[in-house]
C-alpha cells in the first residue's frame, strides 16, 4: 500500500540513481548558466543608470548628440539658465563629467575614472554623504571619492578611516580626498570622483564651464513635468534634449540594450543555457522511456491509454525540472552572486522575478523534453515487442 502513494514516474527515475544524479546536474548547469547571464544583464542595466538615479532635478538637459554616459556631448551652459524663465522652474545646477586618470596613492599605477564637476553651492546627487561634505569640494584641489569603487584604485577608504591625509593626482594634478559616498562601479565606469566645477576645470584644462554635460532642472512644488517640458520645448532650440528624469534613465538603458552587443550576447547566453537543458533533459528521458519500452507495451496490452503514458513522462519532467532547479538556485545566490559582486562590484543580486523566470523557463524546458521523447511511445506496440 506504502508504494502505491509514491508516483510511477518518480519509481522510474530513482531506480537508476546514476542516472538521476547526472539529469539533475545538467539541469542545474543550464539553470546556473541562465542564472548569471540573467544576471549579468540585470546588472549591465543597473549599474549604468546608478548615476542617473543618484541625481536630483525632475527635469534633465543634455545634448542631442549624447548617446550614453560613456560618451556624454556637451551643450552651452545658457540653455540651462535659460530654463529659469519658465514659471514652473524653481533651480537648476550644472553637470561636468569627464574620464580622468587616477594614480592608486599606494602603488602609484594608473586607472580611469569617471570625475564629476558640479556647483558646490547647490544639491546635484540625493547621496547624502555628498551633500553633507558641499562645504569640503568648495575648497579648491579637494574632491570626495566613490567608497564601493574597485579597490584597484587604492585603499582610500581604509586609510580615510585611519585618519590619514590622502592625496593623490587625478590626470596629473595633485588633488586631496576629504570624504566618501556610495555609487559603484558599472560597466562604463569603474568608480567615481566628485568635485567643485572649478576644480574639475583645474583637472581638465580643455573644457569650458561655459559648456555643461548634463543640466539638472528643479521644478517649483505641485508642479506637472510634463508640461514644463513642453513649455521648455517650446521656448529652446533644438541643440538640446529635454527628457524627464525617468526618460533620462530610459534612454541609458536603451542604449546598453539596443546600440551595443554586450546585452544582446547575455540574452543569447541564456538562450544557450535553455538550449542546452532541454538536450540534457530529452537525453535522460528518452533514455528512461527506451528502458521501460516492455513495461509501456505491456501496460498498453492492459488497456492503459496513451494519455496514461503520457502523464508518466510529463511528472518525470516536472520532477527533474524541480530537483535541477533547487540546487541552481541555491549555487547561483549564495555562491556564484557573492563572488561576482565581491570581485566586480556589480549590483547582481538574487531578484524575486529572476527566481520565478528561470523556475518557469527551467518547466517549459522540460516539458519541450518530454514531448519530444513521448515520439519513442509510439514503438510500445505489444504486437511487436511479444
Known sequence: ???RKIPLAWLQLSREKSRLFVAIAGIAFADILMFMQLGFRDALFDSSTRLHQS????????????????????????????????PEVQSVSPLYLAIGTWKNPVN???????????????????LPDVNANLDEIKRLDIGLFDRDARPEFGPIPQLLKQGERVRTEVGGRRIEVRG??????????????????????????RRKISEVDVGLIHLKPGANVEEAIAEIQSRLPQDVLVLSHQGFIEREQNYWKTRTAIGFVFTLGTIMGFMVGIAIVYQILYTDVASHLAEYATLKAMGYADLYFV?????????????????????????????????????????????????VLTLIMCAISGAVALRKLRDADPADIF
Open 108 to 126: 602609484k599605477s594608473d586607472r580611469s575614472i569617471l570625475v564629476l564637476g558640479i556647483d558646490p553651492t547647490k544639491s546635484a546627487f540625493n
Open 1 to 3: 500500500m506504502m508504494f
Open 311 to 359: 502523464g508518466i513522462v510529463l511528472q518525470e519532467a516536472v520532477i527533474l525540472a524541480i530537483l535541477g532547479y533547487i540546487p541552481a538556485f541555491a549555487i547561483a545566490k549564495f555562491l556564484l552572486y557573492t563572488l561576482t559582486r565581491n570581485a566586480t562590484r556589480l549590483p547582481i543580486a538574487m531578484s524575486p522575478e529572476r527566481a520565478v523566470l528561470v523556475l
Open 180 to 205: 566618501l559616498f556610495s555609487l559603484g562601479a558599472s560597466f562604463g565606469a569603474d568608480g567615481s570622483f566628485i568635485t567643485s566645477e572649478l576644480t574639475f576645470l583645474r583637472l581638465f584644462k
Open 55 to 86: 541625481l536630483t532635478g525632475d527635469i534633465v538637459l543634455i545634448s542631442p548628440r549624447s548617446q550614453a554616459l560613456i560618451s556624454m556631448q556637451s551643450f552651452s551652459r545658457r540653455r540651462l539658465y535659460q530654463t529659469l524663465a519658465v
